[in-house]
């Protein structure tokens, strides 16, 4: 496709007197490496030659240099691509490496500005092999002639290995082509707007220029009071349009009306590229590009296998009942038989379990009731009440706006479901026929439907709508199925049985993916199927680094079946006991001695593992019946974790006696969420001291605060100073730090506790404690995630709190890899520019 005319490949040749103008140009090698022709890179754009013409460098050094003499013409904001303009008006593009746009400039060093004059062999770029090794697809590097109508290649190097400053290939200026026919006819003009995340860059620029080219029509591109011919990728390029920006698209000519429609049409598409819309927007439901779907991950992993759509039958209900008597009885003989159902499915695990009994509570709910019954008294059928009383609850919830309310939802319409179908409507569908590797496809699936089925036939799940803290996400990663939320409608068009690569930790559905691609997530999934059975068998040891460094992996728990649940799967302590569950749906506080047979009971199943107890940690948006809260007008930054106990002191004491009660003083450790400054911690010690000496208790009790607020983090010397312990909550400080609320699953897909920002709130956090020789501890929802594990033990955090299903994970991935090498990961993460940039860190290093 490029217009490079090829006159000899295998030497200098005899150029045709009446085509060439001015001497040859000799490029010399911009790189050490390895040169190959273009066709071996993995990349169309280049491997076509949509760009242009040229050749490719694997590279083996770290320093980019001119080619020739010349100016720089582009030098893309990413620095990772650069074209010189030479004496003779030939532009030669260098692209380091495939798809190093995304890393924003990360693992780059410019050493030239656009505009300045450059001799052959002046460093132009120098970058991190190391880094790019691991964060770039392929490090392979084309150099293009950019405008080749202008230019024939006469010889270049190829197959060989190459050292900077070698001549690599020569260049011969052709006489000028004819002028366009198309400069005539009416001008066309469109403002649109430039909707890739990552701007024109390469490859976007590319299919234009391409398209472009295609018409007789002259083309142009204006942005400001710059204008690029947009037949030329480097002139657009040049242009450096970054997402969002406004440009106006002129076409002039015989078909410009035609020409300016397709431009405008590819650049609307998102031109194959992932739109920012589809990064940023709550539920990405646009195609990211051809073939592959972008979600949510909901839990964790990487399934192969075959679409199974699954659809929810309409269930038909008469509006008028045969009498108020008739259809109450119905209606409460329905309902007993879904309790009985619910009862006998006893939960695989306790998120399973957990749900059952949400869903029980929730028959059991007295307002869907009387709503019901009020609706039978007015003549109404017993399912056409039930439906009218869940779709009543449906709207309160939608009401609240809060979205973790909104995922509620999904429960109600499964009772609404479960109930119809007790009263004779059609079941939810079956999912005992699946065939193997099925991978679902739903708008929303029902928890219902996951609780106990055979996982041994699911692949994985994904779902267009749905939120992360859905239950049926909760249910998804209790059973290890790889699951996305959020992918959009377009995931409701793929057919059943088309082959799926759902990859949940990139957040992407590839649909019939390639057979090389198949093989090698084949390879994967055996390999992670064979790694999680060998970390299940030393699920029960201690946890060390490679090096011998000790870590100690806890688990988190909410209840009493938790800490059970939490011994069987390797938990050396409990780093996190969340305390809410005694304090919430009740109409008072539970007593000294309820809570204290709790924490024995808790205590007794962990067997004197260490055991972490978090005081009371509800607020406005955790309302308990007994607590008048003030109104708030934004409950995540008022009453609330440690301000709420020391709101209302008498609780605090209370339940600081029942824990001193309840736990050995030796396995007892108590932590207070949500400090913001040492006077809290102060006060809370000295209610801690009198309730000690009331109880006649001479043992110290080791005293820590939880880092979930941006201050505690900036300020951990301070806290460490009288804090015996430090323990990051990641979920609330991410949600502060990023100010983003942490259960809206509109913001799902950017609220990463990876994010750099928190990185180097943790940074902050151990080096404070660390004044202090204190211990820092991870127990928010990312010492759940094997693939944070090691960065966050190179930030120096020796302790995570996870979910019991993550404990053996946990322990290989710490097991894997040394002290060191934690370290210079975390520095490099530090130094990310996104959180997505510090996933693919990650990945990259459990691909290695
Ligand atoms: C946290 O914020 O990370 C945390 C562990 O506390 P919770 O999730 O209970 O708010
Ligand atoms: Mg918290």
């Known amino acids: 496709m490029s217009g490079v005319r090829k006159l ?28 190959s022709p273009l066709g071996e890179v993995p990349d169309p754009v280049f491997a076509d030659k949509m760009m242009g013409d040229g050749l490719a460098i694997d590279p083996t050094g770290s320093v980019l240099s001119a080619p020739c003499d010349g ?56 970058f991190d092999l190391d880094q790019l090794a691991r964060s770039a697809r392929s490090l392979i590097t084309p150099i293009i ?164 759509r699954l659809t929810q039958p309409e269930i038909a209900v008469e509006e008028m009942g045969q009498g108020s008597r008739h259809e109450s009885q119905s209606l409460q003989g329905a309902i007993a038989m879904v309790k009985l159902k619910l009862g006998a499915a006893a939960g695989q695990n306790a998120a399973q379990s957990a749900i059952l009994a949400a869903h029980l509570s929730f028959l059991d709910d007295p307002e869907l009731a009387s709503h019901a019954e009020a609706k039978i008294v007015e003549g109404k059928s017993a399912g056409y009440a039930w439906r009218d009383a869940i779709q009543m609850q449906i709207a309160v919830l939608q009401g609240l706006k809060d979205p973790r309310f909104a995922e509620r939802v999904s429960d109600l319409v499964d009772l609404e479901r479960q109930v119809l179908g007790a009263l004779g409507g059609p079941q939810a569908a079956p999912l005992r026929d699946l065939p193997a590797r099925a991978i679902l496809l739903a708008e929303d699936i029902l928890p219902s439907q996951l609780i106990g089925m055979d996982t041994a036939r699911l692949a994985g799940i994904a779902m267009a709508g749905g939120g992360p803290t859905s239950h049926a996400a909760i249910l998804a990663a209790s059973m290890n199925i790889p699951a996305l939320v959020a992918c959009g409608p377009a995931l409701l068009a793929i057919p059943d049985g088309t082959l799926l690569l759902l990859d949940a930790d990139r957040g992407r559905l590839t649909v019939d993916p390639s057979a090389e691609s198949q093989e090698q997530s084949r390879r994967q999934i055996a390999e992670r199927h064979t790694a999680r059975a060998m970390a299940q068998a030393k699920a029960h040891e201690l946890c060390h680094t490679k090096d011998g460094v000790r870590i100690e992996i806890g688990a988190n728990l909410g209840s009493i079946h938790d800490a059970a649940e939490a011994v069987a799967a390797g938990a050396e302590s409990c780093g996190l006991l969340r305390t809410e569950f005694l304090f919430l749906d009740r109409q008072s506080p539970p007593g000294e ?82 400090i913001a400054s040492l006077s809290e911690l102060r006060q809370v010690r000295a209610i801690l001291d009198r309730v000690r000496g009331d109880l006649g208790i001479a043992d110290k009790i080791a005293l820590g605060v939880m880092v979930e607020t941006p201050a505690a983090a900036m300020t951990a010397d301070i806290l460490a100073a009288e804090a015996d312990f430090l323990s990051i909550g990641t979920n609330d400080l991410t949600q502060y730090c990023l100010a983003m609320d942490r259960g809206n699953a509109a913001l799902a897909s950017q609220f990463d506790a990876l994010h750099p920002a928190v990185l180097r709130l943790i940074a902050a956090t151990t080096q404070g404690a660390d004044r ?55 520095q490099k993460a530090l130094t990310a520019t996104s959180a997505g940039q510090v996933r693919e860190l990650t990945l990259s290093m459990g691909d290695s």
């Open 772 to 826: 202090h020789d204190r211990r820092t501890g991870v127990c928010g929802g990312l010492a759940s995630d094997p693939a944070a594990a090691p960065i966050l033990i190179g930030l120096g955090v020796r302790s995570l709190s996870a979910t019991a299903s993550q404990i053996a994970d946990l322990k290989a991935v710490v097991g894997r890899m040394t002290l060191e090498q934690c370290r210079r990961l975390a």
């Open 8 to 35: 000899d490949q295998s030497g200098a040749g005899s150029p045709n007197a009446d085509l060439t103008s001015g001497p040859d140009l000799i490029l010399l090698a911009p790189l050490d490496g390895w040169a």
């Open 71 to 126: 100016e720089i013409v582009l030098l893309h904001p990413a620095y990772h691509a650069v074209t010189l303009r030479a004496a003779n008006g030939a532009e030669i593009l260098m692209h380091i490496g495939l798809d190093t746009v995304a890393l924003g400039g990360q693992g780059f060093t410019p050493h030239v500005t656009r505009g300045q004059k450059v001799r052959a062999g002046d460093t132009l770029i120098s």
């Open 145 to 308: 002639i950019t405008n080749g109508e202008d230019f024939a290649i006469a010889q270049r190097l190829e197959n060989a290995g190459v050292a900077r400053g070698q001549n690599l290939l020569t260049l011969r200026r052709l006489s000028p082509l004819p002028a366009s026919a198309a400069a005539a006819g009416r001008e066309f003009r469109r403002e649109l707007v430039i909707p890739m995340a990552h701007g024109l860059h390469a490859r976007p620029a590319a299919s234009l220029a391409n398209l472009a080219k295609s018409f007789a029509a002259e083309i142009a591109i204006l942005s400001g009071d710059r204008r690029a011919n947009a037949r030329s990728p480097v002139a657009l390029m040049g242009l450096g349009l970054a997402k969002g920006t406004v440009v106006t698209a002129i076409a002039k000519g015989a078909d410009a009306e035609e020409a300016l429609a397709a431009i405008a049409g590819l650049i609307e598409s998102g031109m194959g590229e992932a739109t920012a819309a589809e990064i940023a927007a709550p539920l990405r439901t646009e195609q990211a590009q051809a073939g592959m779907l972008a979600g949510v991950r909901a839990a964790p992993g990487l399934g192969l296998g075959v679409a199974v």
């Open 593 to 674: 001695t309820e809570q204290a047979e709790v924490y024995r009971a808790i205590a007794e199943t962990l067997a004197g593992r260490p055991l972490i107890v978090r005081t009371l940690d509800i607020g406005g948006d955790k309302p308990a019946a007994y607590l008048p809260f003030p109104a708030e007008e934004n409950p995540a930054l008022g009453l609330r974790g440690v301000r709420v106990s020391l709101w209302r002191p008498e609780l605090l004491t209370v339940q600081l006696r029942a824990i001193l009660r309840g736990i050995p003083a030796g396995q007892c450790r108590i932590m207070l969420p949500m």
